[in-house]
């Protein structure tokens, strides 16, 4: 299944068998320690650096209706970020996977995140374009 934008994401999450919980890691690009003045220059012009998490939450798919929402609600935070990555997480039963679960994968996606391994996650800007990263 291609998703190409949230909302997408969203109705795919919806109708799954099991309920879905997304998975959200908002990261904010970095310059590394020690990085050369060609990397400082291109981080400079807005290209490279490293992108670390600043925040991470958890939601049921009805919870949201919008990408937009979901940045209403990250501006509340006070925190800025550049780019979200999500991930689903499915569960038996109307419940879904238990809170356990939901924050040991959770913790799992932000290490990933951090050594970047990220190719299994959905990535969005934060006018809501989709990301293809590698």
Do not use: H, Y
């Amino acid at each position: 299944m291609r998703i190409s934008s949230f909302e997408g994401l969203l109705e795919a999450a919806r109708n799954q068998p099991e309920r879905q919980r997304l998975l959200l890691v908002f990261t904010k690009a970095e310059l590394p320690e020690g990085a050369s003045p060609e990397e400082v220059e291109r981080f400079e012009r807005g290209l490279g650096g490293a992108l670390t998490p600043v925040m991470f939450v958890d939601k049921a798919a009805e919870e949201l209706e919008s990408f937009a929402e979901l940045v209403a609600e990250s501006v509340e935070t006070g925190r800025s970020w550049e780019v979200v990555f999500v991930g689903c997480l499915g569960g038996p039963g109307p419940r879904g996977p238990s809170e356990e679960e939901t924050e040991r994968t959770l913790e799992a996606m932000v290490e990933s995140i951090q050594r970047g391994a990220v190719t299994r996650f959905i990535a969005f800007r934060r006018d809501g374009e989709p990301l293809q990263l590698s």
